[in-house]
């Protein structure tokens, strides 16, 4: 039986691309720079690049926004002036925050359940999301990797959450949009993972549980 559920946030609960996408438009078009598909491209792949870098302890979550500035800006481009390029991109960015329209009703019906967030990000960042989006209540704590030291797909992050929690990994669903950071490596942890595939193109594998919207969460979890 399930007792809690340990949740993803970015393209999970809050809507990630779509606000990333605004946000980096805004920021090249305020400068002049072409602000195409071919520019999305290559932000979305600078962005892939870097964060992986953090999620493996390789850089700081401030050292990756600062590696993806310095490649608009050229490699001898100060801190400094790193942090204010990247801080208008989260102006435009910010102003584009949007849950995803089944998260808060979703939530607010698992009242049954225990609820936390176990995300590779910081819990500044993640708590003022959340905030802003009317969701922070919701959650027991949040469980970021800058804090706890321990990035998913390590089965570490999982277990330091349910520790937190207080409960075994067996009586936690992990809910997330990446099949292999969020569901297979749940499972793997012990947990039961649930890939939340909100634009599905591919079929998910024969022994993973999944879902194509928040409002079947329920209804799998009374399965569980
Ligand atoms: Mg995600």
Not at 39 to 48: N, S
Not at 51 to 70: C, H, N, P, W
Not at 78 to 89: I, K, M, N, P, Q
Not at 217 to 224: A, I, S, V
Request: with cysteine; aromatic share 8%; proline share 6%.
């Amino acid at each position: 039986m399930i007792k809690a559920v340990l949740w993803d946030v970015d393209d999970t609960l809050f809507d990630h691309t779509t606000a990333d996408r605004h946000g980096i438009i805004g920021h090249l078009t305020e400068q002049g720079l072409p602000a195409d598909t071919a520019a999305l491209t290559r932000w979305r792949a600078l962005t892939e690049a870097a964060y992986a870098r953090f999620e493996t302890g390789e850089l700081t979550f401030q050292e990756q926004r600062r590696e993806r500035a310095r490649a608009y800006l050229g490699p001898r481009t100060t801190d400094a002036e790193a942090d204010a390029w990247f801080a208008r991109y989260l102006t435009h960015f910010e102003a584009a925050w949007t849950a995803f329209p089944d998260a808060a009703p979703t939530l607010t019906t698992l009242t049954a359940h225990r609820h936390a967030v176990l995300s590779n990000s910081t819990t500044p960042l993640q708590h003022r999301k959340l905030t802003t989006l009317g969701l922070r209540h919701h959650f027991e704590f949040l469980a970021c990797s800058d804090e706890t030291g321990h990035a998913k797909p390590d089965p570490a992050a999982f277990h330091h959450a349910a520790r937190t929690l207080g409960l075994p990994p067996h009586h936690i669903a992990y809910v997330g949009d990446r099949l292999d950071l969020d569901a297979q490596a749940a499972t793997a942890a012990g947990l039961h993972g649930i890939w939340l595939n909100r634009t599905p193109t591919t079929t998910p594998p024969p022994d993973t549980h999944h879902i194509t919207t928040l409002f079947t969460l329920p209804d799998l979890l009374k399965t569980l």
